[in-house]
């Protein structure tokens, strides 16, 4: 068993997310899950920050450092225990420890500093020898709240969950250095890096999958799908899109580790130029009312694009600036989830997986 520490504001999106390489993801609290099942290809997650395998977990009104150290106490906590590291060599028995304590979204108020004071002194009685600056394995306590926020005085109180791990792997973010507006083609509006990469995972990207953004923009959405290993397909209604986003996949999945092959082509959403079951998702972000340059009846352009994503693939992702899910049903989708995410005041983003 795993726990996984979560980002982001959504925590049903984050664990909707990391369902998409982990087994059996389960709320465990706020910003935390467990899983069953934590591979490697959890490094290539959105919303999912790290995922520890579980020493055990505490669950009471106020969890205080003494409760959590006679978890810890009671655990079987050796050299034998600790985790596989996949970007670490030589045998497990090996190595340093560090313990480090979160107070996750600081829902709890517990002295962190004293946590890792006092588990530390449990690892050096069985045995291990500390180093806090560069360890090699990292026991992680962390604390949150099922339920109940401290912050608002009329909401529940909830318990204080504690669960304690040995890291066992870590997303691998950069998403910052890929800003939309550092790539060589940049139009006002482009996705953030973070979100496409949570949408193109939950639609199943991943290396041997292919996947196609029928309004790929400026290509972002299909960028984050390359990186994790997707033969990526693209293609726009303007001459315009297609040539800046072949410039912007080509400067970031050219020589990237890993990367998948890409393509685009210039063509209509609605009559696409590709054979029944081509591909395993389709992803793409519909255009937004009142801001976009579409001419004509846009719920019968989002209609027809969807009749096509389902002929020519298994599942589509969509995100749109409002419910498309009765449009969805028409065009012979099952709506599997749905989230809904506040942009700015003036404008909410739904994402809705389809299948």
């Not at 225990?81 to 829902?107: F, I, K």
């Not at 962190?112 to 990292?138: A, I, K």
């Not at 890291?167 to 890929?178: D, K």
């Not at 028409?330 to 700015?344: K, M, Q, T």
């Amino acid at each position: 068993m795993y726990v996984l520490e979560l980002g982001g504001e959504d925590d049903a999106f984050a664990r909707r997310e990391a369902a998409s390489v982990c087994s059996d993801v389960r709320p465990l609290a706020t910003g935390l899950a467990t899983a069953r099942g934590v591979g490697s290809r959890v490094r290539t997650l959105a919303l999912t920050h790290r995922a520890s395998r579980l020493v055990g977990t505490t669950s009471v009104p106020e969890a205080t450092v003494d409760d959590v150290r006679r978890l810890l106490d009671a655990a079987t906590v050796d050299r034998a225990s600790l985790p596989v590291v996949s970007d670490r060599d030589g045998p497990l028995g090996d190595g340093t420890v560090a313990v480090r304590a979160n107070d996750v979204r600081g829902l709890t108020a517990v002295d962190t500093q004293r946590v890792e004071r006092e588990l530390g002194s449990v690892l050096v009685g069985r045995g291990f020898d500390v180093d806090l600056d560069d360890p090699d394995h990292e026991l992680r306590a962390l604390f949150s709240r099922v339920g109940g926020d401290p912050d608002d005085p009329d909401a529940e109180a909830g318990e204080t969950v504690c669960a304690v791990g040995w890291l066992a792997e870590r997303s691998e973010r950069g998403f910052g250095e890929r800003l939309p507006s550092d790539r060589p083609f940049f139009q006002p509006g482009s996705m953030d890096p973070l979100y496409a990469r949570a949408l193109v995972n939950v639609a199943g990207a991943g290396p041997d999958t292919r996947v196609l953004d029928p309004m790929c923009g400026t290509g972002g959405v299909l960028v984050e799908a390359g990186l994790v290993g997707a033969d990526v397909v693209g293609s726009d209604a303007q001459w315009k899109m297609v040539r800046g986003a072949r410039q912007n996949l080509a400067d970031a999945l050219d020589g990237a580790d890993g990367a998948g092959a890409f393509d685009l082509v210039r063509a209509n959403a609605t009559r696409l130029p590709f054979a029944d079951g081509t591909f395993d998702a389709v992803v793409f972000d519909a255009p937004y009312g009142r801001q976009s340059k579409v001419v004509g009846d846009l719920r019968e352009l989002v209609s027809k694009a969807l009749t096509e994503a389902r002929r020519v693939a298994p599942r589509c992702v969509l995100v749109a600036d409002r419910e498309w899910d009765g449009v969805a049903a028409d065009a012979g989708w099952a709506v599997e989830s749905r989230f809904r995410h506040r942009v700015h005041r003036s404008l909410d983003r739904y994402a809705l997986v389809l299948e």
